[in-house]
């Protein structure tokens, strides 16, 4: 299963099927430069490939790992769940409303697309370790954290690619 947000990206000429990119990381593990690991206290991740135009990341999950509110700092991107099962928490922001939030449970071999101003959190929320495989268009220089209040969002923190991670 594939979720798509916005227009499909796979005309030539134009930025890359970020999803099908992910697609093919994760039908051929047997190239990843590591071996998945786990950090007992926060989700692991390693960069496995870099392009001009893109940059793709492997992460691990324990159950309860999960990220904050953020965006990717203007990139687009997509995920592909290679194992296990991850829940991804999306907010939608309309003037005068409160913020709306919805979740979808995405398993092993799902994935989506997400544009450049996509704001989510995701969480393993199931009883078994998870490993994902993401990829950003362009790299990220950027992830700004939010908290999603009443009002709508609230930047926290704006961490920068080589200084927080």
Known sequence: ??????????????????????????????????????????????????????????????????TEWHDHGGSAGAFHVFSGTLTEDTVALADGHAPRVSSRELGEGAGRRFGSHHVHRMTNRSPRPAVSVHVYGPALTTMTKYRVGAAGLEVLEVERAGAQW
């Open 1 to 66: 299963m594939y979720v798509n947000e916005g227009t499909p990206v796979t005309a030539v000429g134009t930025r890359p099927d970020h999803l099908a990119i992910a697609g093919r990381f994760a039908a051929a593990p047997e190239t990843w430069p590591v071996a998945p690991r786990y950090n007992p206290v926060d989700r692991w991740y390693h960069r496995l490939h870099v392009a001009h135009d893109h940059e793709v990341w492997l992460l691990t999950w324990l159950p309860g790992q999960g």
